[in-house]
C-alpha cells in the first residue's frame, strides 16, 4: 500500500509470464488494436486470454477484501472488462461502474474479437458503463441488440443475460483549471518565450501524442508535406513540431511505426529543409507536462488528428491555454471523440492527404475574428464538460438508484 496524499494505491505484483499475456498480449495486442478498428494489427491467435482472466481475477481476489460493503466501486479501461464479474463471483454487491477510455468499434469489427461475446457479457455485471462519445454507445447499443437480443428497457437501460446495466456517453473533460495554473508557470512561460524568440519569423504548428498507430502520425506527416509542396508559400516559414513520448515499445506494431515516422520525417526535410529552416522537428521523447502549455501557446496551429482516439485531450488542452486575444486553431480529426464536442475546430479526415493539408493552409491563413469566434466557442464547451463535470455525471448515474 502506498500513500499519495488523500489517495492510496494498493499495488499487485506481476510476473513475466503475465505481463505477457495479459498487458502485452491480450489488451494491447488484441483489444487495443480491435477497439481502434485495426484487425489487420491484431494477434489473435496466441491464446493470450488466459492471462488477461487469470490477471483480473487477481486483481479481484486483491481488492475485495479492502472494501467496505458500501463502497462504490469505479473501473478504468479496457485492461479491466471482465473485473466485475470476477468481483460477483467473490459475493460482490457493490455498486461498480466501469469507464472505456478507448473507442468501441462497429459490431461487426467487434466481432472479430474471438471472445466477444464473453467481453459483453462481462460488462453486464456493471451497473453502469460509460463511453466516450454517443458513437461508441451507438455501437454497444447495436451490439447488444444483435447479438445478445437486449431490449432496451429505458433510454440508457438494457436487459440482457439475466441482467440490467445502464449505458451512457459521458465524454472525459479536462481539469481546466489545473491547466490554466500550469500555463501561468514559470516552466510554461519560459517554453512560451523561448519557442517566441527561435520560431520569432515562422509560424508554429505543434503535435503532441503517444507514439501510436491510432495518433495517425505519418498520414499527419504527409498532409505536412503535401502543404508545403502544394502551398509554396508556406516554405520556409510553416514549421511542425511534432513530439511523439514512447510508448508500448516492446509490442512490434510500434517499432515499425518507429520507423516508418522517421523515415517520413527525414524526407520532408531532406526535400525542402533550408541550410536556416527545417519545416519537421520531430522529438522522440515526453515533454515535461509544465512545458507542454507553453509549447502549445507558441503555436498557430495544432494538428489533433489521429485515426481512431477515444476523445483526445491534447485537443482540449490546446483551446484551453490559448491567448483568447489571438489564439491558435485546432485542426481536429473527425475520428476523434473529442469531435463530436469540439465542432468548431476544422474537422478534417486524416486518411485524406490533400483535404487535410487544405485545412492546415486555411488555419494557418485563418483571419483573426475567425480564430477568436472559434476559439470562444471552443473554449466554452470545454469548460462546460471539464473532468469536475464528468466525475460528477458519472458517479450521479452509478449511484441514480436502479429502477
Ligand atoms: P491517450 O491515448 O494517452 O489516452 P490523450 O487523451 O491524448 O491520449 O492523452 C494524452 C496525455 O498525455 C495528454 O495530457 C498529453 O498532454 C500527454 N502527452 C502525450 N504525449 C506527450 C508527450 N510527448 N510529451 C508530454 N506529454 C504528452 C486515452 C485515450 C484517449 C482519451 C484518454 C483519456 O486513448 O482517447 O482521451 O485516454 O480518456
Aim: glycine content about 6%; aromatic content about 10%.
Amino acid at each position: 500500500m502506498h500513500k499519495h496524499g488523500d489517495v492510496t494505491l494498493a499495488t499487485v505484483d506481476l510476473g513475466r509470464t503475465d505481463h505477457e499475456s495479459y498487458y502485452l498480449g491480450y489488451s494491447n495486442g488484441v483489444l487495443w488494436p480491435v477497439f481502434h478498428y485495426r484487425l489487420d494489427l491484431a494477434d489473435f491467435d496466441a491464446g493470450y486470454v488466459d492471462g488477461y482472466r487469470r490477471v483480473n481475477r487477481l486483481f479481484a481476489r486483491r481488492l475485495l477484501p479492502l472494501l467496505r460493503p458500501d463502497d462504490i466501486v469505479w473501473v478504468h479501461d479496457y485492461h479491466l472488462i471482465p473485473l466485475a464479474a470476477e468481483l460477483r463471483v467473490l459475493g460482490s454487491a457493490h455498486r461498480i461502474g466501469f469507464f472505456l477510455h478507448i473507442p468501441l468499434p462497429p459490431p461487426l469489427i467487434f466481432a472479430a474479437i474471438p471472445e466477444h461475446e464473453w467481453l459483453v457479457r462481462a460488462l453486464f455485471s456493471y451497473d453502469l458503463v460509460g463511453f466516450q462519445s454517443q458513437a461508441d454507445l451507438a455501437h454497444f447499443a447495436r451490439y447488444v441488440h444483435n447479438e445478445a437480443r437486449a431490449e432496451q428497457r429505458r433510454d440508457d437501460v438494457f436487459y440482457a443475460f439475466g441482467r440490467n446495466v445502464r449505458a451512457r456517453a459521458v465524454p472525459i473533460g479536462l481539469d481546466v483549471d489545473e491547466f490554466a495554473a500550469l500555463a501561468a508557470g514559470r516552466e510554461a512561460t519560459d517554453t512560451l518565450a523561448t519557442m517566441r524568440e527561435q520560431y520569432a519569423r515562422r509560424q508554429l504548428l505543434v503535435g503532441v501524442d503517444r507514439l501510436d498507430y491510432s495518433k495517425g502520425l505519418p498520414q499527419r506527416v504527409r498532409a505536412f508535406r503535401q502543404l508545403l509542396l502544394r502551398y509554396p508559400e508556406n516554405r520556409n516559414s510553416a514549421t511542425l513540431i511534432q513530439v511523439a513520448a514512447p510508448s508500448r515499445e516492446d509490442v512490434n506494431a510500434y517499432a515499425d511505426l518507429r520507423r516508418e515516422l522517421e523515415w517520413l520525417c527525414g524526407a520532408v526535410n531532406g526535400d525542402y529543409g533550408e541550410l536556416d529552416w527545417m519545416p519537421v522537428r520531430y522529438i522522440h521523447r515526453t515533454v515535461a507536462r509544465r512545458r507542454v502549455p507553453g509549447l502549445y501557446r507558441a503555436s498557430r496551429v495544432a494538428l489533433v488528428t489521429p485515426l481512431r482516439d477515444g476523445m483526445n485531450l491534447v485537443a482540449k488542452e490546446f483551446v484551453a491555454v490559448q491567448d483568447p486575444a489571438d489564439p491558435g486553431v485546432l485542426v481536429l480529426s473527425r475520428f476523434a471523440g473529442a469531435a463530436e464536442q469540439l465542432t468548431d475546430a476544422l474537422l478534417v479526415n486524416p486518411y485524406d492527404t490533400q483535404g487535410t493539408a487544405d485545412a492546415i493552409q486555411r488555419a494557418l491563413h485563418m483571419p483573426l475574428d475567425e480564430r477568436r469566434a472559434r476559439h470562444e466557442r471552443l473554449l466554452q464547451e470545454v469548460r462546460r464538460h471539464d473532468v469536475h463535470w464528468w466525475r460528477k455525471e458519472f458517479l450521479d448515474a452509478l449511484t441514480e438508484p436502479a429502477e
